[in-house]
């Protein structure tokens, strides 16, 4: 079985610009949450997919959009990055979206912004 | 929205002995879950232990164990017989919310096993 991955490990981006991070989700889960872990601090949740939809969002703008696709893998999308978005992002894969479902994380991508 | 506090930013722990990770939460939730992870230094998230909000009886998982008192809202973890293995930040984490089950993360206890 495998687990959650994640591309790419790190990346780095100027000001302003935009970014793309990817998720595979574990085998027959079809649920993906993206957190965001800066510095320091716990992951902050940003928005969860479920069967293709957006099913809850966290308090952040709407410069971070996600998508998720038919096999369940996932993308989560910032335009006009600032240097606050400096942070590790973490996906994290269930079997469902109700609160029964553990949720499953992979490595996380590293994101700087300079 | 729910809160979590683990009053310990850092702890350490001799290898074998016994250490006690606290937290507290606020919800305003009767029926949710929660969940202690831990994050090596290598960074992946890795699922603990969990508990039913509903079950009186504290879950166990080999060394890993919690004691849940919901009344007072606390969920503390205790890790017997610490390995070297077991250093890591540790998250605690209800997870809860009306359609969209989200973890809510404290900002975590750094601990230590020293040999």
């Known amino acids: 079985e495998t687990g959650v991955t994640q591309s790419p490990t790190h990346l780095i981006k100027t000001r302003g610009q935009q970014v793309t991070l990817r998720c595979s989700s574990q085998?027959?889960?079809?649920?993906v949450s993206w957190y965001q872990q800066a510095l320091g601090q716990g992951p902050q949740f940003i928005f969860q997919y479920y069967r293709e939809e957006e099913n809850g969002r966290g308090n952040f703008p709407p410069r971070f959009s996600g998508l998720q696709f038919p096999n369940y893998s996932s993308e989560l999308n910032v335009n006009a990055l600032e240097l606050d978005d400096s942070a590790l992002y973490l996906c994290a894969s269930s079997l469902g979206a109700g609160s029964s479902y553990e949720q499953y994380f992979g490595p996380g991508t590293r994101l700087t912004v300079t | 929205a729910q809160t979590v506090t683990q009053s310990q930013p850092e702890m350490s722990v001799q290898e074998a002995e016994t250490v006690t990770l606290s937290c507290t939460y606020d919800?305003?939730?009767?029926?949710?879950?929660l969940f202690w992870y831990k994050q090596p230094p290598s960074r992946q998230m890795i699922l603990v232990i969990r508990q039913e909000a509903y079950k009186q009886q504290n879950a166990t998982e080999n060394r890993f164990s919690v004691n849940f008192q919901k009344a007072a809202k606390s969920f503390s973890l205790k890790i017997s017989d610490s390995q070297l293995g077991d250093t890591a930040m540790y998250f605690c984490?209800?997870?809860?919310?009306?359609?969209?089950?989200?973890?809510?993360f404290g900002k975590g206890t750094k601990l230590s096993v020293i040999p």
């Open positions: 984490a209800p997870l809860s919310g009306a359609g969209s089950y989200q973890l809510t």
């Open positions: 919800t305003s939730e009767s029926n949710y879950y």
């Open positions: 085998s027959g889960h079809n649920t």
